[in-house]
């Protein structure tokens, strides 16, 4: 099982962010993808997942309205459009695909943001 984000970088408040994670290995229509993220010296956060079986997504309340969470089941993609960043959206991004039994992280993507 491999989870690959990417797509971080630095942007101004009020900026855009598309990040994105290629899986591979597993069956992504079994699995919750979806998104957390860690700010230094805070705990690692969720932001978003999405069912991969009937596509229900949950948000985070302090990214409601500004991020979206999409996926190609065919390029078994993920993805999560960021606007209107905020400096407290900062942190290490990690892709992750969970089930009742196993969870898989993939690598962190950075992203700052500046007032």
């Known amino acids: 099982v491999q989870l690959q984000a990417s797509g971080g970088g630095s942007v101004q408040a009020g900026g855009s962010l598309r990040l994105s994670c290629v899986a591979s290995g597993f069956n992504f229509e079994q699995y919750i993808i979806g998104w957390f993220r860690q700010a230094p010296g805070k705990e690692r956060e969720g932001v978003s997942c999405?069912?991969?079986?009937?596509?229900?997504?949950v948000y985070a309340d302090s990214v409601k309205g500004r991020f979206t969470i999409s996926s190609d089941y065919a390029k078994k993609m993920v993805y999560l459009e960021m606007i209107d960043l905020k400096p407290e959206d900062a942190g290490v991004y990690y892709c992750y695909a969970r089930n009742s039994i196993d969870t898989y992280w993939g690598q962190g993507t950075q992203v700052t943001v500046s007032s």
């Open positions: 999405m069912d991969g079986y009937d596509g229900r997504t």
